[in-house]
Nanobody, 125 residues
Framework: QVQLVESGGGLVQAGGSLRLSCAAS????????MGWFRQGPGEEREFVAAISWRGGSTVTADSVKGRFTIARDNDKNTVSLQMNTLKPEDTAVYYCAADQSLRFGARQPREYEYWGQGTQVTVSS
């Protein structure tokens, strides 16, 4: 069973950048597809990006495509989300998640078994 801890959230002005990081422990990191989700106030949790076991494939939500980049380092057991050109609508709690199935590309929260506690990202206009 893997434990996930996010970091790197904060307050940033529109147009700025943030880099989120998620540290994993307690499992075989390279055996998980890793994903990022976010949940704004009063909204459902939504998919942001996912990366395959060795990082060879990524998938990104249309709302952040071209602005956000997911990456992983299996030697350090970390996954990151580089967020550029941030917009006020990107304001949300961002969650790291792990999927232990053999599939890649899942976009529904229910398809991920393990979750971090979340980190707040606030983008001011």
């Amino acid at each position: 069973q893997v434990q996930l801890v996010e970091s790197g959230g904060g307050l940033v002005q529109a147009g700025g950048s943030l880099r989120l990081s998620c540290a994993a422990s307690g499992g075989t990191f390279s055996s998980y597809v890793m994903g990022w989700f976010r949940q704004g106030p009063g909204e459902e949790r939504e998919f942001v990006a996912a990366i395959s076991w060795r990082g060879g494939s990524t998938v990104t939500a249309d709302s952040v495509k071209g602005r956000f980049t997911i990456a992983r380092d299996n030697d350090k057991n970390t996954v990151s989300l580089q967020m550029n050109t941030l917009k006020p609508e990107d304001t949300a709690v961002y969650y790291c998640a792990a999927d232990q199935s053999l599939r890649f590309g899942a976009r529904q929260p229910r398809e991920y078994e393990y979750w971090g506690q979340g980190t707040q990202v606030t983008v001011s206009s």
